[in-house]
């Protein structure tokens, strides 16, 4: 028993000499990392200076080339802000005044008389209408209406006609001397009506007329052998013509 304690004594003893070399290793070793820390500490400040400096200097640019970017951001809003804005109407002289007011007054036969020449006017022509008749026609109706006169779209209404054929055929009557316009605001339009100048001339009432095909017209007179006043052949052809119906005449 006495020689196991004295063995364990021993080598408790060599341990505790290998630790205290353990710990004497430890403490060289840490002295050592110490010194190695500060000498690379020493380079390391300044690789550390320097960039720091680049570090500054480049968000100061970044820094500036922002607030470049939003001036000229601004400067684009405020150009768009001024196309944006709507432009101020320039004040009209009386004369250009007094201009748009007729262009807005202007009725289709205004139009038309500015478009078109006096002989186009005067040689309007229907397709495949009589314009005789035509004309004959829109002087009978306006003759019943007498100085009332009637609005020209009534009247194109009832004889069927386009406003533009209408249109012109009343500036070919009024041209000719036919008839008169006056301008009129109906229903929040200028228009015309239509009055009754002069009744044309027809032939319709004289077109089997004796005298036209006579065969002594050159001895007629009104105090010769031969004349109006008695002669037979008028007189038949007026009784005849008053037996025929008024819608055949």
């Given at each position: ?30 002295s050592?990392?110490k ?36 001036a000229?951001?601004?400067k ?49 022509q ?12 829109v002087c ?8 009332d ?12 006609l ?12 009024e ?5 008169t316009?006056e ?24 077109m ?8 002594v ?8 052998e ?24």
């Amino acid at each position: 028993m006495a020689k196991k304690k004295d063995t364990l004594i021993d080598e408790a003893k060599k341990i505790k000499e290998e630790l205290s070399e353990l710990k004497n290793k430890k403490k060289t070793l840490d002295s050592k990392k110490k010194s190695a820390k500060k000498a690379a500490a020493k380079p390391a400040k300044k690789a550390a200076a320097k960039p720091a400096k680049k570090a500054a200097a480049k968000p100061a640019k970044k820094a500036a080339a922002k607030p470049a970017k939003k001036a000229v951001a601004k400067k684009e809003v405020k150009k768009e802000e001024k196309k944006e804005k709507p432009v101020k109407a320039k004040k009209l002289t009386k004369k250009e005044l007094a201009e748009e007011k007729r262009i807005a007054e202007l009725t289709l036969e205004e139009e038309l008389e500015e478009e078109l020449s006096d002989k186009e006017i005067e040689n309007f022509q229907i397709e495949k209408v009589d314009m005789e008749r035509l004309t004959n026609k829109v002087c009978d109706i306006l003759g019943e209406k007498e100085s009332d006169g009637m609005f020209q779209s009534e009247l194109w209404k009832k004889l069927k006609l386009s406003s533009r054929d209408g249109s012109r055929l009343a500036l070919k009557l009024e041209r000719i001397g036919f008839i008169t316009r006056e301008k009129l605001l109906e229903n929040n339009r200028w228009t015309y009506k239509l009055i009754l100048k002069k009744t044309p001339i027809s032939t319709e009432s004289i077109m089997n007329a004796p005298c036209l095909v006579c065969t002594v017209e050159q001895k007629c007179s009104i105090d010769g052998e031969i004349s109006p006043k008695s002669c037979q052949f008028i007189e038949d052809w007026v009784i005849a013509e008053m037996k025929k119906p008024a819608k055949s005449k």
